[in-house]
Nanobody
């Protein structure tokens, strides 16, 4: 019943840009902290960015100034604008939903979308 569906991934050259989207259903979207995680081959999964119901944001140090997370509660959608992309950004990017009253990490995960940054 709960679904998080990512889109917008693909192949881009270093220095390029991509915009990821995540459409949520089955939750009261406005109540959740929404986030983006990523996982590259051979590396641990890491939190890239998150945005609370009040609009507060938090970013991984390596993407600060390059990535922007935003949300549109009317569309039940969260976005990740990625600029000045680097090969190190190559990973599968996952959308997450985290209810603020529940502990233990994100409550829901999307299936992921591949981002590849390469010449």
């Amino acid at each position: 019943q709960v679904q998080l569906v990512e889109s917008g991934g693909g192949l881009v050259q270093p220095g390029g840009s991509l915009r990821l989207s995540c459409a949520a259903s089955g939750i009261i979207f406005r109540l959740y902290t929404m986030g983006w995680y990523r996982q590259a081959p051979g590396k641990q999964r890491e939190l890239v960015a998150e945005i609370t119901s009040g609009g507060s944001t938090n970013y991984l140090d390596s993407v600060k100034g390059r990535f922007t997370i935003s949300r549109d509660n009317a569309k039940n959608t969260v976005y990740l604008e990625m600029n000045i992309l680097k090969p190190e950004d190559t990973a599968v990017y996952y959308c997450t939903a985290d209810h603020p009253r529940l502990v233990g990490g994100p409550d829901y995960w999307g299936q992921g979308t591949q981002v590849t940054v390469s010449s």
